[in-house]
């Protein structure tokens, strides 16, 4: 099988700008013969000169080889073959061809995500040699996505041809696709130094405008999902807060810690998972879910029991008094795990994301957490309103004295529903830790929108709380790229103050008759 | 023929000028006009067509009332008729989803806020009294005085003799001369309703809205209120809101009984209690 | 820090020793800068950095006050009170920097290449302007921002939380670059003062006697305040606000009042802090420091007018000890001195000196 062998000292590495023709003879040869064996493409490869091995590339990429696919992946890494631990170096212009010739390869996989990843490669770095192969492949490419992004790159590729009616069915083609690299493609052509065809401009022309109205629903989606994401964290954070402020009618300004609690027994549990049963560490979130409630609840008890239980009727009081129990709790976070962030890790099943458009992609960790936001909103509901905790709750929150008349143990039910309320934080904390740095700080930057939640939707509303969270988050997104951040939160704060003059109860508030 | 156009009158200069307060108003029911308040017409309080709804309940359902000047009104009813958001309505704290409010003849009240309505004439003692508890009883009684309440005002005020007399006037009234160094939050609870009676007093309103002033009073206390009330009947004009039958009896001649949100039946304590219907959801059963 | 027992003393003989002892405190503070003065080496010698950190405390009793004015009187807790502290000291720390810029734009602004100065620092190189806007700036963001949060009642803890956004939005404000306000660093390096250098003893001293002179001009405006009948109102306001309002009294106009006093105080407060600490930077406004004024007024007694020097002076004494000896648990400190106070001190150090001075 070691066909090549006996050739191989003839292009030795000292032997300089040898003999081309002798190399063309190689090649032909090699394009002969697709079936040669692996461990000879790489024994050939490392042979070659840098020259020849660029050659080599080039072909190699214009005539992908499935059984190829394994060397090149592994010359990728830094290493020769699949099984080799030989160390290979490669300048920067035969990394490209290397990364031209891996995509070329990947295009033949049964892998749709690993096909997309490869067409968005070749965009960048085709060869006019892959032409051929492209096309064939664009014609029967079944996912769309991986279609469209092959598309594009196959129409930047006629682009350079000398041919106006290639390059127009190209420029056509652009226009197509909703790419951002679509866009820049047509903008060059519309100067006439770079695209001399006159009929091939005025279709750049169209197919840019047609590119742009595709690039900017994608954008305001992207938009509009970032916000139902924030919103789904916002309604995390402010849902526990919602429960506690309107059953007491104090802020517990602890509340962002209690997310931060959770956050940290996150990275806890991954560090126990991990040492102890790497096999589970793929669902280690959802172990740290229970662990999380368990530790912030816990804490919120202890913290109703201990402290805020004698503060009730003082609710500036007590909000001074939980700010001092969260300097404590971020203090004794720094002192533990210090104060540098801690690395959380995204399962495989949360990381990736989900192509919709080609200027849109949905992380997966954003899509699961807004789904288990409302998860959270709907058991929270139906404990709120289906069991008999939710109903002394309830009774509570509207009238203390007359539910204490009726029996109900209200120093119980404030201990339970503080828990309650934490232990939702803690959940928060853990899709928290999937998205963001885990850090000693997390808590503190939540509090502030978690209160103007509960300030919008009305105090005890979880109906409220859900619009106002997720309105908050739209317009924050929204906001965000037209004016910055900074004043897009400044504006933000400014609708609210304002929001209050027209709704003081806000938006779910009961009506009724002001008790003094 | 050319229509000559009538002079467009403004509602100001059809009345009367009033060049002091000894003047008698044109109706001559024999009331001393205060300066700022049109009662020509008789009445203090109108009340026409008020309805409030709370998300679908109504707690007011197109109520009429009407109140004459320097009369005492007792306005009884089961709980939940409605008398609390009454006075909500009176005072400005709730608006009324339809209907008219006139303070005299001129005032409106649903275009007023809660601080005009106050500065304007009607004082209001809560269900439950509340003073200023931090403050001792001389310093509740000079907050309520009757005179320029800005923040300018405030900041320079002295008080003048004339009105050292007042307070001492009403603190005899109130029979609280020996505790007036005290802070109103030591008091007991029928003296914090005595200051808080005290403290309209010193208001000087033109019309006195009152919810159950003799809760928590003893029997000799409830009387001496009665007595107190009565002597206030013609100077000012009073609304109590009252459960305490006896209490009624002894110091209205006019009652209005309300029921989910309306008027029942008014009249005279006899004739209200005699009322078959004031009977059925109210008194008898 | 003997003053707790001073007090006590104090408590115990009556108004008259009280009084003795206030001019005891204010003479020591006024021979302080003084003996600033003396030559290096000497016995009585007080060091810049001495008498810096009281300056500096003396800034925040200042502070401390104006809250206690709109906490402990009208009821309303202020979590903001950084932002108009900073304010002020963000329009005099703008001279110092023209100042020491000379004719030239400040340094910060040079790195980012403007060739102008933004319009709102206009006229900051005129000394008589920049205190104009020491007043101006604070005073007229709380009189924007009390309007509309007075007029729909905002009481209670939404209006806590609504100034502690409100300061947060202004940190982020600042810390941005391209607003103009130099981002992270703030101002420093500050040289000269009306022509005066700036680090030298005399100015030390004169800005430590002008620090003396404002928090006495602020206590002189809070008794005052507080005798008046203003001051009753602003008690009855707490207590009862619609009773109040059913008095006659419009409860806007006294709390817009006495917020906008406060803010201004503030913002004086912050003007004289600038130069003798030689820097102001956003984290002024973060809301944990707004949030520790709070527990100064707390730990010394609020709806007083002592109480608040009382606890500025106790825990920034105790803050310059901890962060030295023991650095990492000086948060913990803090926090339990927020829980301890708020459980068992509701009236602070001086309602317990009082309640002794009557045992």
Not at chain 1, 242 to 265: D, S
Request: net charge neutral; hydrophobic share 50%.
């Amino acid at each position: 099988m070691n066909l090549w062998e006996p050739a191989l000292p003839a292009i030795g590495p000292n032997e300089h700008h040898k003999d081309p023709a002798m190399l063309k003879a190689l090649l032909a040869l090699l394009l002969l013969l697709p079936l040669a064996a692996q461990a000879g493409d790489a024994d050939f490869f490392i042979a070659a000169k840098p020259n020849e091995q660029a050659s080599l590339l080039q072909a190699w990429a214009a005539q992908p080889d499935p059984a190829r696919l394994a060397l090149l992946s592994a010359m990728q890494q830094g290493r020769l073959g699949a099984d080799d631990t030989r160390k290979l170096r490669l300048n920067n212009r035969l990394r490209g061809l290397l990364d031209n010739a891996l995509a070329s390869h990947q295009l033949l996989s049964d892998d749709a995500t690993l096909r997309l990843a490869a067409a968005r490669q070749l965009q960048k770095s085709a060869q006019p040699a892959q032409v051929a192969f492209l096309d064939r492949r664009f014609a029967g490419e079944p996912d769309a996505a991986v279609h469209a992004a092959l598309g594009l790159a196959l129409a930047n590729l006629q682009l350079a041809d000398s041919n106006p009616a290639v390059r127009l069915a190209a420029v056509r083609l652009l226009g197509e696709t909703g790419d951002p690299m679509a866009r820049t493609r047509l903008e060059t052509l519309l100067d006439p130094a770079v695209e001399t065809d006159a009929g091939v401009r005025t279709a750049a022309e169209t197919s840019l405008a047609q590119v742009k109205r595709k690039l900017l629903i994608g954008e305001l989606l992207g938009q509009a999902f970032s916000g139902l994401s924030l919103g789904s964290i916002l309604l995390l954070a402010a849902l526990g807060l919602a429960i506690t402020f309107g059953l007491l009618g104090v802020i517990n300004m602890a509340h962002g810690e209690m997310l931060m609690l959770g956050a940290y027994t996150t990275y806890v549990v991954q560090v126990l998972v991990q040492r102890y049963a790497p096999g589970a560490l793929e669902f280690y979130p959802l172990l740290a879910l229970p662990a999380a409630f368990a530790v912030s609840a816990g804490v919120g008890m202890l913290l109703e029991r201990t402290v805020i239980r004698h503060l009730y009727g003082r609710p500036l009081e007590t909000l001074l008094a939980t700010w001092g129990i969260s300097l404590i709790l971020i203090q004794a976070i720094r002192l533990i795990f210090g104060a540098q962030n801690v690395e959380v890790a995204n399962p495989g099943w949360l990381s990736g994301g989900l192509q919709v458009l080609p200027n849109l992609v949905l992380p997966y960790s954003r899509i699961v957490i807004i789904g288990f936001a409302l998860c959270v909103v709907l058991l929270t509901w139906l404990l709120l309103n289906r069991t008999r905790l939710g109903l002394n709750v309830r009774a509570v929150t509207q009238n203390r004295n007359m539910a204490a008349c009726c029996g109900v143990p209200t120093g119980r039910v404030d201990m339970l529903a503080f828990g309650l309320g934490s232990g939702i934080a803690g959940l928060g904390g853990v899709a928290l830790s999937q998205i963001g740095n885990v850090g000693p700080d997390l808590g503190q930057s939540y509090i502030i929108d978690s209160f103007l939640v509960v300030v919008l939707g009305g105090v005890g509303q979880l109906a409220g709380s859900l619009w106002a969270a997720f309105g908050l988050g739209i317009a924050n997104k929204l906001l965000e790229p037209q004016i910055g951040a900074v004043l897009g939160k400044i504006l933000i704060l400014a609708l609210i103050i304002l929001f209050i003059q027209k709704r003081p109860q806000g938006l779910f508030a009961l009506k009724g008759r002001v008790i003094d | 023929m050319r229509t000559v156009p009538l002079p467009v009158v403004h509602p100001e200069f059809m009345l009367e000028p009033i060049i002091d307060g000894a003047g008698r108003d044109a109706i001559g029911l024999g009331q001393l006009r205060q300066p700022g308040l049109d009662v020509r017409h008789g009445t203090v309080l109108t009340l026409e067509d008020i309805s409030v709804s709370f998300d679908g309940f109504k707690a007011l359902n197109a109520l009429n009332l009407y109140i004459g000047v320097g009369e005492l009104r007792c306005i009884i009813g089961p709980n939940g008729a409605g008398k609390t958001t009454l006075m909500d309505v009176i005072t400005g704290k709730t608006r009324p989803s339809t209907g008219k409010a006139w303070f005299g003849d001129t005032l409106d009240l649903t275009r007023m806020s809660e601080v005009e309505i106050a500065q304007s004439g009607i004082g209001r003692k809560f269900q439950k009294p509340t003073v200023f508890e931090a403050l001792t009883v001389y310093e509740n009684l000079e907050l309520a005085q009757k005179t320029d309440k800005s923040v300018w005002a405030s900041l320079r005020a002295r008080l003048s003799g004339e009105q050292r007399d007042r307070i001492d006037e009403v603190l005899g009234t109130i029979r609280l001369e020996a505790s007036q160094h005290r802070l109103a939050g030591l008091l007991s609870h029928g003296q914090k309703q005595f200051l808080e009676i005290g403290m309209l007093l010193m208001q000087d309103p033109q019309l006195l809205l009152l919810d159950e002033p003799v809760a928590g009073m003893t029997d000799a206390e409830t009387a001496f209120t009665a007595e107190l009330f009565k002597s206030l009947a013609g100077k000012h004009s009073l609304m109590v809101v009252e459960h305490d039958m006896g209490f009624v009896g002894s110091i209205a001649d006019h009652v209005t009984v309300l029921h989910q949100g309306s008027v029942l039946a008014e009249g005279s304590l006899e004739q209200v209690q005699a009322d078959d219907r004031v009977i059925e959801v109210y008194l008898g059963r | 820090m003997n003053q707790p027992l001073l007090v006590t003393a104090a408590q115990k003989a009556g108004p008259r020793l009280s009084l003795a002892i206030g001019a005891i405190v204010l003479l020591l503070l006024i021979a302080l800068p003084l003996l600033s003065l003396l030559p290096a080496g000497h016995s009585l010698q007080v060091s810049a950095y001495t008498l810096t950190l009281v300056g500096k405390i003396l800034c925040y009793a200042i502070v401390a006050l104006a809250l206690d004015l709109v906490w402990g009187y009208a009821g309303l807790l202020s979590l903001g009170h950084g932002l108009f502290f900073a304010l002020g000291g963000y329009a005099m720390g703008m001279y110092l920097m023209r100042e020491a810029a000379g004719d030239s734009l400040p340094a910060f602004m040079t790195f980012l290449s403007w060739s102008e100065l933004p319009w709102y620092w206009a006229g900051t190189q005129h000394f008589a302007w920049a205190l104009c806007l020491v007043v101006l700036a604070p005073g007229l963001l709380a009189l924007v921002f009390g309007y509309f949060a007075f007029r729909s009642r905002i009481k209670g803890v939404y209006f806590s939380i609504m100034t502690q956004a409100l300061t947060f939005a202004g940190m982020l404000l600042f810390f941005r670059n391209e607003t103009g306000f130099g981002g992270n660093n703030g101002f420093t390096n500050f040289r000269s003062i009306l022509g005066f250098e700036i680090t030298s003893q005399g100015t030390r001293a004169v800005l430590f006697l002008l620090t003396v002179a404002l928090l006495l001009a602020s206590l002189l405006i809070g008794w005052r305040l507080a005798r008046s009948k203003f001051g009753r109102v602003l008690t009855a306001l707490r207590d009862a606000e619609n009773r109040l309002m059913f008095c006659g009294y419009d409860p806007r106009g006294f709390k817009l009042f006495v917020w906008v006093l406060s803010a201004v105080l503030c913002g004086l407060a912050g003007a004289l802090y600038v130069p003798q600490v030689g820097i102001i930077n956003p984290s002024e406004m973060s809301p944990t420091n707004s949030i520790e004024a709070a527990v100064w007024v707390a730990l010394g007694g609020r709806g007083t007018l002592i109480g608040p020097l009382l606890g500025a002076g106790l825990v920034n004494g105790m803050k310059s000890w901890f962060t030295v000896a023991f650095p990492e648990f000086w948060l913990f400190f803090l926090g339990a001195l927020f829980i301890l106070v708020t459980l068992y001190l509701p009236k602070g150090v001086v309602g317990l000196l009082k309640k002794r001075g009557e045992q």
